[in-house]
């Protein structure tokens, strides 16, 4: 291991702190501590923040009878000889006599810690003293505020009696000046909360920065210990609790980042969504314009149809009405013509049964005598039947006797008709033989009239068959055929 030497006097540091009870007796120089260059210059920074701390903080308290100059550098030789291979039972102090007389050995006890701000009053007195300026802002902001809002009431109280005026100015200067208090009152509510936002809690400053005195304090007592019995775990384990500190709030740090990226993921996807949802509601406030211009035209068109609907309904009406007059005039006239008919028709019936009653009556006598009479002529019909019927009975045997004769006379007369129609059909059949005798005999004198006429001028007969060697065809041939077929 090398050797680390104690550095020189000059390069003593201003900034001291004292040190109180000092052990005195150390008979032997101790030998020349062994430590690492780079241990050595850790632990001195590490120590030397420490006491820096402290020292900024005001947590050392120093005694002025026991004040003694010691530098960062002996603070450090300390450490080194404190963490050297020598056995417990022989490490002692090296001897820094000729540096300003400096006795190696520090007691824990010799640094106490200074009460920080002990007194309650002290305590509020800070707080008071470091939030008295945000606290005459918010002072003042809440007194604007207030304002404010009495002055919107007092507006909204005024708006009924301004209503009832028939003067509309001053109700539109109202609503104007209570929209400026509105939009006033919500400027200074937002600047309230930001001003309540940046006001800093001082207590619980305080209080945290007592906590990290107390820390500091039993670090530095238990690093003197470590001084004194020549070993590091407090250190080491404050080192290590340090880093796995500084882990913990490395993993936060990245988590914290992962949770802020999908934060703005989120806020991505909010914004977005707020997007699309702007574009819908505008797409919709379009869809709305159209259709409420649609309805508009819709209603200044039905309300022109409406009212000429209406005109042609009063004019139908009126007409309908005109003709209903003239239909009740016509039938209430038609009702009293009725009238009229009736009661004639009535006087008529009157008149009408009195002759029917009296021609009744007539009838009746009529009828009586009538049959009276028929029952006289149905007597004397009887009578002149029964002699009918009498007569007709000496008839029928009348007919009787005469009968036969009768038949025998009817056969002979029957027989002669027979005999004269058969006469008759003879005679006009030999009527027919002899026409038709007559015709023939005149067409047979007709031909041989013709015959003769055609020899005499010297003339073929028609018909007649010619000479072969005439030098005729066959076609005269087929013409002879031919007439003679004919």
Request: aromatic content about 4%; proline content about 5%.
């Given at each position: 291991?090398?050797?680390?030497a104690?550095?020189?006097?000059?390069?003593?540091?201003?900034?001291?702190?004292?040190?109180?009870?000092?052990?005195?007796g150390?008979s032997?120089?101790?030998?020349?501590?062994?430590?690492?260059?780079?241990?050595?210059?850790?632990?001195?920074g590490v120590?030397?923040?420490?006491?820096?701390?402290l020292?900024?903080?005001?947590?050392?308290k120093v005694?002025?009878?026991?004040?003694?100059?010691?530098?960062?550098?002996r603070?450090?030789?300390v450490?080194?000889?404190s963490?050297?291979?020598?056995s417990?039972?022989n490490?002692?102090?090296?001897?820094?006599?000729?540096?300003?007389?400096w006795?190696?050995?520090?007691?824990?006890?010799?640094?106490?810690a200074?009460?920080p701000l002990s007194?309650?009053?002290?305590?509020?007195?800070?707080?008071?003293?470091?939030?008295?300026?945000?606290?005459?802002e918010?002072?003042r902001?809440?007194?604007?505020?207030?304002?404010?809002?009495?002055?919107f009431?007092?507006l909204i109280?005024?708006?009924?009696?301004?209503?009832?005026r028939?003067?509309?100015?001053?109700?539109?200067?109202?609503?104007?000046?209570?929209?400026?208090v509105?939009?006033?009152?919500?400027?200074?509510t937002e600047e309230?909360?930001k001003r309540?936002?940046?006001n800093?809690?001082?207590m619980?400053?305080?209080a945290?920065?007592?906590?990290?005195?107390?820390?500091?304090?039993?670090?530095?007592?238990?690093?003197?210990?470590?001084?004194?019995?020549?070993?590091?775990?407090?250190?080491?384990?404050?080192?290590?609790?340090e880093?796995?500190?500084?882990?913990?709030i490395?993993e936060?740090?990245?988590?914290?980042?992962?949770?802020?990226?999908?934060?703005?993921?989120?806020?991505q996807?909010?914004i977005?969504?707020?997007?699309?949802?702007?574009?819908?509601?505008?797409?919709?406030?379009?869809t709305?314009?159209?259709?409420?211009?649609?309805?508009?035209?819709?209603k200044?068109?039905?309300?022109?149809d409406l009212?000429?609907r209406?005109r042609?309904?009063?004019?139908?009406?009126?007409?309908?009405?005109?003709?209903?007059?003239?239909a009740?005039?016509?039938?209430r006239a038609?009702?009293?013509?009725?009238?009229?008919?009736?009661?004639?028709e009535?006087q008529?019936?009157?008149?009408?049964?009195?002759h029917?009653?009296?021609r009744?009556?007539?009838?009746?006598e009529?009828l009586?005598?009538?049959?009276?009479?028929?029952?006289?002529?149905?007597?004397?019909?009887?009578?002149e039947?029964?002699?009918?019927k009498h007569?007709?009975?000496?008839?029928l045997?009348k007919?009787?006797?005469?009968?036969?004769?009768y038949?025998k006379k009817?056969?002979?007369?029957d027989?002669?008709?027979?005999?004269?129609?058969?006469?008759?059909?003879t005679?006009k059949?030999?009527e027919?033989k002899?026409?038709?005798?007559?015709?023939?005999?005149?067409?047979?004198?007709?031909?041989l009239?013709a015959?003769?006429?055609?020899?005499?001028?010297?003339?073929?007969?028609?018909g007649?068959k010619?000479?072969?060697k005439?030098?005729?065809g066959?076609g005269?041939k087929k013409?002879?055929?031919?007439g003679k077929?004919?």
């Open positions: 291991m090398a050797t680390a104690p550095p020189p006097a000059a390069a003593e540091p201003a900034d001291e702190f004292d040190a109180v009870d000092v052990e005195e150390l032997k120089p101790p030998p020349p501590p062994t430590l690492e260059p780079e241990e050595a210059e850790h632990v001195r120590v030397g923040r420490l006491f820096e701390k020292r900024l903080m005001s947590l050392l005694d002025p009878g026991m004040q003694a100059s010691v530098s960062w550098d603070v450090a030789a450490v080194a000889w963490s050297s291979s020598s417990r039972a490490r002692e102090m090296p001897n820094l006599d000729a540096d300003r007389s006795k190696p050995s520090i007691h824990p006890s010799s640094l106490t200074r009460p007194l309650p009053y002290t305590r509020f007195a800070q707080a008071a003293e470091m939030s008295r300026g945000v606290g005459l918010i002072s902001v809440m007194e604007k505020q207030l304002a404010l809002e009495t002055r009431e007092e109280k005024e708006q009924p009696e301004l209503k009832a028939n003067h509309k100015a001053p109700f539109l200067a109202n609503q104007k000046e209570l929209h400026d509105t939009f006033e009152l919500r400027d200074t309230l909360c309540l936002k940046e800093p809690d001082v619980d400053n305080i945290f920065a007592e906590r990290e005195r107390a820390k500091l304090q039993g670090i530095i007592a238990n690093l003197l210990v470590d001084l004194q019995t020549g070993t590091f775990c407090s250190m080491t384990k404050w080192i290590e609790d880093k796995k500190r500084e882990r913990e490395k936060t740090y990245e988590r914290v980042a992962a949770k802020e990226a999908a934060v703005a993921e989120l806020r996807r909010i977005d969504e707020r997007e699309q949802h702007a574009e819908a509601m505008k797409q919709r406030e379009a709305i314009g159209e259709t409420k211009e649609k309805l508009k035209t819709a200044a068109e039905i309300g022109v009212r000429y209406m042609d309904i009063e004019g139908e009406a009126s007409m309908r009405d005109k003709v209903n007059d003239q009740l005039d016509d039938l038609e009702i009293e013509k009725v009238k009229k008919q009736i009661a004639q009535k008529a019936h009157k008149t009408t049964m009195h029917l009653r009296k009744v009556e007539k009838s009746n009529t009586a005598h009538w049959q009276e009479k028929h029952k006289r002529d149905s007597e004397k019909m009887e009578t039947i029964l002699k009918v007569k007709h009975e000496e008839t045997a007919i009787k006797e005469i009968e036969p004769a038949l009817k056969a002979e007369d027989e002669k008709e027979r005999q004269r129609v058969i006469w008759e059909s005679v059949e030999r027919k002899a026409i038709t005798h007559a015709r023939a005999r005149g067409n047979w004198q007709l031909g009239d015959i003769a006429a055609f020899k005499a001028e010297g003339k073929p007969l028609p007649a010619k000479d072969k005439g030098g005729k066959k005269d013409g002879g055929k031919k077929k004919k």
